[in-house]
């Protein structure tokens, strides 16, 4: 692929980009390199950001500030990019761990082929590492009930919304019930289908240009009562609630994760993943039976899940796993 700028810069960006070396570094900021952070590779999306991504503020509005692919190292070098990430894919079926704070405010500027490329590969290591927090908690849970560690429980049944029993006096509960409590957070601590996820973020996002996504990294299409933690609809007369916004793209995918995982619209689809049981078996195309409550569409909303996944071979990715750090 030729660059329109052959500059000593641009090419040694191209370079370092396709051996590895660096992050997707299109973004219109100060600093294209990635920073690190718990031992994981972070794109800064925001001039003047803290090297804590928690501290990434969006306005009073929830609006991110904008960010194209344009400016800084072209379009060429976003395409080379993505294409070389699923060709690591392909051949190693591993992702780097290079996350994306937000997405670029460009997007919908690209050839279709070309944004689904991208979209995808931003998408990717978001969705593994939400499933990585997912698994890691639940080793957590079942550490916990290993060294009888109470403090650690009623954490946990209070993040996964445990109503059942009293959180806050599970000293109290004698063996048998501490059992029923394992396994009502086991039934909700657990990963899900990347494939499935995944088709869920394009068709709640339409690839990553939707105004929910763009302005507030809501990916999911989530909702909020709160008017001030999200984004109206538009085209609505007087809703009554917002799409709620993140400060950045991870917390959207954490949020989605942990509201499959405990709401109750989604005990059938917890209830098939706990029958299913190693997650090296699970199928977005079967797991999504069970999305009917996500949309007012019913049925439909599963039919449109499942032919995001066909059209797109998405199931192929659902074994993919991060790539080892020297």
């Known amino acids: 692929m030729r660059l329109k700028n052959k500059t000593p810069l641009t090419f040694l960006a191209f370079l370092l980009s396709i051996l590895g070396l660096i992050g997707p570094g299109f973004w219109d900021i100060k600093s294209p390199y990635p920073i690190k952070f718990e031992k994981d590779y972070l794109t800064r999306a925001s001039v003047g950001m803290s090297f804590n991504p928690n501290n990434l503020d969006l306005d009073d509005k929830y609006n991110n500030s904008t960010i194209t692919s344009r400016k800084f190292f072209g379009k060429e070098i976003a395409i080379a990019w993505s294409q070389n990430f699923l060709d690591q894919i392909k051949t190693k079926q591993t992702v780097s761990r290079v996350y994306f704070t937000q997405l670029p405010s460009d997007l919908n500027t690209y050839e279709i082929e070309d944004k689904k490329t991208i979209f995808i590969s931003i998408m990717l290591p978001l969705l593994l590492k939400g499933n990585e927090k997912a698994f890691n908690e639940r080793l957590g849970v079942i550490d916990a009930f290993k060294k009888i560690n109470f403090t650690k429980l ?40 990347i494939s499935m996820m995944l088709a869920q973020a394009i068709v709640e996002s339409g690839w990553g240009i939707s105004r929910f996504a763009q302005k507030g990294n809501a990916l999911f299409g989530q909702w909020t009562w709160d008017k001030k933690k999200g984004i109206t609809p538009a085209g609505i007369n007087r809703p009554s609630f917002a799409v709620k916004s993140f400060k950045n793209l991870q917390d959207s995918v954490d949020a989605y994760i942990l509201n499959l995982n405990t709401h109750p619209a ?58 080892i750090e020297n």
Do not use: W
């Open 154 to 193: 009623e954490k946990y049944c209070q993040k996964y919304k445990i109503k059942t029993m009293d959180c806050n006096n599970l000293s109290s509960l004698n063996v048998p019930k501490l059992e029923i409590l394992k396994k009502l957070l086991l039934n909700r601590v657990n990963v899900f289908p």
């Open 266 to 323: 989604y005990s059938k689809l917890r209830s098939y993943r706990q029958l299913v049981g190693k997650s090296q078996h699970f199928k977005g195309l079967k797991f999504s039976k069970y999305l009917d409550k996500y949309a007012i569409i019913g049925f439909e909303y599963v039919k449109k899940i499942n032919l995001m996944i066909k059209r797109n071979n998405l199931e192929k990715f659902n074994s993919l796993t991060f790539q």
